[in-house]
C-alpha cells in the first residue's frame, strides 16, 4: 500500500515539474541570485546517489532539488515550539515556499524555546515574527505568515500545498485541520483518487514526551481513527481528591476546587453582600494561599512533592514545554516531509512515539484506520438511542464518548420534510430557544428509526452525518 503510493505521489510531483519548467521558459524563471557553489551539497549527497536506505524505485537525479527549491510548497501549522523548529529544519533542508498560521502573539514565557523570537518582538504575532526571521536568516526563503486561526482559512487556500506539518498543542486544532484534509479528498465511484491527497505530518508533544506521525488522508489512520489515544484534559476523580488523595497533584486540586471556593480567601464584604474572589493562576498571592492550604493537605495524609512550582503548574493547567523534545519532534516532521517530497525513502509507517523522561525510549507503529471512523471512513455512524431517550443524551453521548469527544455539537434533523434546528449552543439566542428540546424525548421531537442527524461541531469543518437507530 504504501510503495503503491509512493509512486503515485512521485508521479504526481514529475507532472508539476514538467509544468514547472514550462512555466519558467515563460516568465524566465525566478534567477537563483542566492546561490553559491556547494550550498545544497548536503541535500544532494541524498538525492543524487543511490544508498542502502533509499527507497526501491528511487533514482538518483538532479530534479529533485529542483522539485523542493522551486515548486514544493510546504504548510506549517502553528510557529510556536515545535513551529519555530519546523520552519528553520524545513528552510535548511530546502524547502523554500512555505507558509506558515499562527493566531498567537509572541509572550515573555515563550522566549527560551521559541527560538525565532526576541525581547523586542513580544506582543507580535509569532507568524510574522517567525517568518521575517526566516526570510532574513535563509537566502532565497520565502515564508508567507498568516496570523489567523486556521478555521479563518478556506478549502482553496489548503489545496495549494503539497505537504502539511501540524506543530499544534490543541487537539480540536489538529482535528479540524484532519477534517479540512479530508474534505478535500475526491471519490469517483466511490474509489479514491490519489491525486487529492495532501499528506499531512503531525507532530505533538507534551513535556520529555513527543510523537510524530505520517498521515494520508483517506489512505492511512486519520487523527479521529486514534482518538483514543488522546486522553481528555487531565480530571481527577472527584471522590479521590475529596477522600483519597494519593498524588501532590490530588492535594492541589482539593484546595483549588474544594477549599478555595468554601473558604473564599481574599473575599470581602461590599455594602451588604458577601463576594468571592476567582482563583487568579497569575497572582502570586493566590497561589501562594493554594500552596500553603496543600501542603496542610499533604502533611494530613502523608504525601510529598507539593511544591510553589507544582501548584501554579496545577492551577494554570501548565503542561511544561521542553525544548529539546519539540527538537527532536520537529526534526522527525522535516525529515518525513523530506522523505515524501523527494520521494527517495519510504515514510514513516505511520506512527512515532518518542519519550525521553527515564533514558530514552523510542519505537514505531502503524495505526490501523478505524472502520467506522466518524471522520474518515465515509459511513455514517450509528447512534443506538431508545425512542424515550432524551435529547440530552445524544448530546452527552457526542461530547463523552471517547471516539467522538465532540466540545460543542449543533444538532440538526430533517423533521416532517423541514431541516430542523434540534440544538445549538453557540449562538446565545438559538441556544435558548433551543434548549427546551434537550428535556424532550427523541420520539416528541418527531425523530424516527434510521433518521438522519447532521451534526456540526468546532473538530471538523464538515457536518457529520449520524444514522439514529432506535432500539426498544
Ligand atoms: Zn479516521
Request: with cysteine.
Given at each position: 500500500m504504501n510503495l503503491l503510493l509512493f509512486s503515485l505521489f512521485r508521479e504526481k510531483k514529475r507532472r508539476r515539474v514538467v509544468e514547472l519548467a514550462e512555466k519558467m521558459v515563460v516568465d524566465g524563471g525566478d534567477g537563483s541570485t542566492c546561490e553559491w557553489e556547494g550550498r545544497w551539497n548536503h541535500i544532494k549527497k541524498f538525492l543524487e546517489r543511490s544508498g542502502p536506505f533509499t527507497h526501491p524505485d528511487f533514482e538518483p537525479s538532479t530534479e529533485s532539488i529542483q522539485f523542493m527549491l522551486e515548486t514544493c510548497k510546504i504548510l506549517v501549522i502553528g510557529a510556536?515550539?515545535?513551529?519555530?523548529?519546523?520552519?528553520?529544519?524545513?528552510?535548511?533542508?530546502?524547502?523554500?515556499?512555505?507558509?506558515?498560521?499562527?493566531?498567537?502573539?509572541?509572550?515573555?514565557?515563550?522566549?527560551?524555546?521559541?527560538?525565532?523570537?526576541?525581547?523586542?518582538?513580544?506582543?507580535?504575532?509569532?507568524?510574522?515574527?517567525?517568518?521575517?526571521?526566516?526570510?532574513?536568516?535563509?537566502?532565497?526563503?520565502?515564508?508567507?505568515?498568516?496570523?489567523?486561526?486556521?478555521?479563518?482559512?478556506?478549502?482553496t487556500?489548503?489545496?495549494?500545498?503539497?505537504?502539511?506539518?501540524?506543530?499544534?498543542?490543541?487537539?480540536?486544532?489538529?482535528?479540524?485541520?484532519?477534517?479540512?484534509?479530508?474534505?478535500?479528498?475526491v471519490y469517483e465511484d466511490g474509489v479514491?483518487?490519489?491525486?487529492?491527497?495532501?499528506?499531512?505530518?503531525?507532530?505533538?508533544?507534551?513535556?520529555?514526551?513527543?510523537?510524530?506521525?505520517?498521515?494520508?488522508?483517506?489512505?492511512?489512520?486519520?487523527?479521529?481513527?486514534?482518538?483514543?489515544?488522546?486522553?481528555?484534559?487531565?480530571?481527577?476523580?472527584?471522590?479521590?481528591?475529596?477522600?483519597?488523595?494519593?498524588?501532590?497533584?490530588?492535594?492541589?486540586?482539593?484546595?483549588?476546587?474544594?477549599?478555595?471556593?468554601?473558604?473564599?480567601?481574599?473575599?470581602?464584604?461590599?455594602?451588604?453582600?458577601?463576594?468571592?474572589?476567582a482563583l487568579d493562576g497569575d497572582d502570586p498571592e493566590h497561589i501562594q494561599w493554594v500552596y500553603q492550604k496543600s501542603l496542610e493537605r499533604a502533611a494530613e495524609f502523608n504525601i510529598r512533592g507539593v511544591t510553589y512550582r507544582l501548584t501554579q503548574g496545577v492551577v494554570k493547567r501548565i503542561i511544561p514545554a521542553v525544548a529539546s523534545t519539540n527538537a527532536v519532534i520537529a526534526a522527525a516532521c522535516a525529515t518525513e516531509v523530506f522523505k515524501i517530497a523527494s520521494s527517495a525513502y519510504i515514510p514513516l509507517n505511520n506512527y512515532m512515539v518518542f519519550n525521553d523522561v527515564d533514558g530514552l525510549y523510542t519505537y514505531?507503529?502503524?495505526?490501523?484506520?478505524?472502520?467506522?471512523?466518524?471522520?474518515?471512513?465515509?459511513?455514517?455512524?450509528?447512534?443506538?438511542?431508545?425512542?424515550?431517550?432524551?435529547?440530552?443524551?445524544?448530546?452527552?453521548?457526542?461530547?463523552?464518548?471517547?471516539?467522538?469527544?465532540?466540545?460543542?455539537?449543533a444538532i440538526t434533523a430533517a423533521v416532517e420534510g423541514k431541516n430542523k434546528t434540534l440544538y445549538l449552543q453557540s449562538v446565545a439566542s438559538i441556544e435558548q430557544r433551543t434548549r427546551p428540546n434537550l428535556s424532550k424525548t427523541l420520539k416528541e421531537l418527531g425523530l424516527t428509526d434510521r433518521q438522519e442527524l447532521a451534526v456540526a461541531d468546532v473538530t471538523t469543518p464538515q457536518t457529520m452525518l449520524f444514522r439514529l437507530c432506535f432500539t426498544s
Amino acid at each position: 500500500m504504501n510503495l503503491l503510493l509512493f509512486s503515485l505521489f512521485r508521479e504526481k510531483k514529475r507532472r508539476r515539474v514538467v509544468e514547472l519548467a514550462e512555466k519558467m521558459v515563460v516568465d524566465g524563471g525566478d534567477g537563483s541570485t542566492c546561490e553559491w557553489e556547494g550550498r545544497w551539497n548536503h541535500i544532494k549527497k541524498f538525492l543524487e546517489r543511490s544508498g542502502p536506505f533509499t527507497h526501491p524505485d528511487f533514482e538518483p537525479s538532479t530534479e529533485s532539488i529542483q522539485f523542493m527549491l522551486e515548486t514544493c510548497k510546504i504548510l506549517v501549522i502553528g510557529a510556536g515550539g515545535l513551529g519555530c523548529e519546523l520552519l528553520k529544519d524545513l528552510a535548511l533542508s530546502g524547502f523554500r515556499s512555505i507558509h506558515v498560521v499562527d493566531m498567537d502573539t509572541i509572550d515573555v514565557s515563550n522566549l527560551n524555546r521559541q527560538f525565532l523570537f526576541r525581547p523586542k518582538d513580544v506582543g507580535r504575532p509569532k507568524a510574522d515574527v517567525a517568518a521575517d526571521f526566516i526570510n532574513s536568516r535563509i537566502p532565497g526563503c520565502r515564508v508567507v505568515p498568516h496570523f489567523k486561526k486556521i478555521q479563518d482559512l478556506d478549502e482553496t487556500f489548503y489545496k495549494q500545498f503539497h505537504i502539511i506539518v501540524c506543530g499544534l498543542d490543541s487537539v480540536v486544532a489538529r482535528r479540524w485541520m484532519n477534517g479540512m484534509l479530508l474534505s478535500l479528498l475526491v471519490y469517483e465511484d466511490g474509489v479514491l483518487d490519489t491525486g487529492s491527497i495532501i499528506p499531512l505530518i503531525d507532530g505533538g508533544t507534551e513535556g520529555f514526551k513527543g510523537n510524530a506521525r505520517v498521515i494520508l488522508p483517506g489512505m492511512s489512520a486519520c487523527i479521529d481513527c486514534t482518538l483514543e489515544l488522546y486522553p481528555p484534559q487531565i480530571n481527577f476523580p472527584m471522590c479521590t481528591i475529596a477522600s483519597m488523595p494519593r498524588l501532590p497533584e490530588h492535594c492541589i486540586e482539593y484546595v483549588r476546587v474544594l477549599l478555595w471556593p468554601k473558604v473564599s480567601p481574599f473575599g470581602g464584604r461590599k455594602s451588604n453582600f458577601f463576594y468571592c474572589v476567582a482563583l487568579d493562576g497569575d497572582d502570586p498571592e493566590h497561589i501562594q494561599w493554594v500552596y500553603q492550604k496543600s501542603l496542610e493537605r499533604a502533611a494530613e495524609f502523608n504525601i510529598r512533592g507539593v511544591t510553589y512550582r507544582l501548584t501554579q503548574g496545577v492551577v494554570k493547567r501548565i503542561i511544561p514545554a521542553v525544548a529539546s523534545t519539540n527538537a527532536v519532534i520537529a526534526a522527525a516532521c522535516a525529515t518525513e516531509v523530506f522523505k515524501i517530497a523527494s520521494s527517495a525513502y519510504i515514510p514513516l509507517n505511520n506512527y512515532m512515539v518518542f519519550n525521553d523522561v527515564d533514558g530514552l525510549y523510542t519505537y514505531t507503529f502503524e495505526a490501523e484506520r478505524k472502520e467506522n471512523c466518524s471522520a474518515c471512513s465515509q459511513v455514517p455512524v450509528d447512534l443506538h438511542f431508545s425512542p424515550s431517550s432524551k435529547l440530552q443524551e445524544v448530546l452527552d453521548y457526542l461530547t463523552e464518548s471517547a471516539s467522538l469527544q465532540m466540545k460543542s455539537p449543533a444538532i440538526t434533523a430533517a423533521v416532517e420534510g423541514k431541516n430542523k434546528t434540534l440544538y445549538l449552543q453557540s449562538v446565545a439566542s438559538i441556544e435558548q430557544r433551543t434548549r427546551p428540546n434537550l428535556s424532550k424525548t427523541l420520539k416528541e421531537l418527531g425523530l424516527t428509526d434510521r433518521q438522519e442527524l447532521a451534526v456540526a461541531d468546532v473538530t471538523t469543518p464538515q457536518t457529520m452525518l449520524f444514522r439514529l437507530c432506535f432500539t426498544s
